[in-house]
Every structure is written in structure tokens, then in C-alpha cells.
């Protein structure tokens, strides 16, 4: 069994061919980041706590800084945006979707913005701010 990887329309990656992990573990271990968007986040008890709506990227090392998550509110009223270390998160596939070890209280607490609010993601203190409360090693350590 394989899979086409890239998508020469959208991406400018030709699209190739990769065999399925024969191993049982995720298969097609690369996604895309537009795939990633629009996953469901869960907490260790899988409770549903959000989505994923974007993901932040460096240009530059390529690493995967914030998996941005949207959380509360009410058909988009009154909403939140979480960014989440992106080393927080497990994908989970019986889940079909990522896990982080937060319970719902420990995120309302936790940084973060809504729609009308400008967010500087390149500022090194917000960064770093996010990264402390969620106890992760920081993405852009030694840069």
C-alpha cells in the first residue's frame, strides 16, 4: 500500500509515491500543514477541547513552532486562540486527532488571544512566555 505525498497544483512539491508503514505506526508520517489544520485537539480523558487552525512554521530551521488552537466560545462568538508548543501535542489515531496533557481549566489560564487581538509570534518573550506555561523546551533555544 502507498500514498501520494505533495500536490504540484497547490505546493510546488511533485507529488511521490511512499510506501505505508509496515511497522503499524503512523502510516505517511508527513502532512501537510493545510491537512493539520481543522484537527481536532482532545485532553488525556478525550474530552474535545478544540481545533487546530493554523500551524506557525520557521521559515528559516523549518521547525514547527505553535500548533495555533481555537477553544471556547460559541459558534465562533466569544472564541479563543491557544498557541500550543508544537512538542505538546501527540497525534493520537484511534483519536483521529492530537492529544495534549492539559486538562479544560489549565487552558482556560493559559496564553492567549482572540480574533481582534494583533499577536507578534516573532516577539522572543511571547514565545517564551507560551513555552514556560506549558513547560516545553523552547523551539528557537540556541538560535
Same mark, same amino acid.
Given at each position: ?90 497525534? /493520537?489515531? &484511534?483519536? +483521529?486527532?492530537? @492529544?495534549? $496533557? ?7 489560564? *493559559? ?11 516573532? /516577539?522572543? &518573550?511571547? +514565545?517564551?512566555? @507560551?513555552? $514556560? ?7 528557537? *533555544?540556541?538560535?
Amino acid at each position: 500500500m502507498s500514498t501520494t505525498i505533495g500536490d504540484p497544483n497547490l505546493s510546488g512539491i511533485p507529488a511521490v509515491s511512499t510506501p505505508a508503514s509496515p511497522e503499524g505506526d503512523v502510516p505517511n508520517r508527513l502532512i501537510s500543514a493545510s491537512k493539520v489544520e481543522g484537527t481536532a485537539v482532545y485532553n488525556r480523558e478525550g474530552e474535545r477541547l478544540g481545533t487546530v487552525e493554523d500551524v506557525m512554521l520557521d521559515k528559516v530551521s523549518g521547525k514547527v513552532a505553535f500548533a495555533v488552537m481555537s477553544f471556547g466560545g460559541f459558534l465562533g462568538i466569544g472564541e479563543k486562540y491557544h498557541p500550543l508548543p508544537w512538542s505538546t501535542l501527540t497525534y /493520537d489515531t &484511534a483519536q +483521529g486527532g492530537y @492529544v495534549v $496533557d492539559m486538562t479544560r481549566e489549565q487552558l482556560q489560564s *493559559a496564553p492567549s488571544y482572540g480574533a481582534d487581538e494583533g499577536i507578534d509570534f516573532n /516577539d522572543d &518573550a511571547y +514565545g517564551r512566555r @507560551v513555552y $514556560d506555561y506549558y513547560k516545553a523546551p523552547y523551539w528557537n *533555544a540556541g538560535f
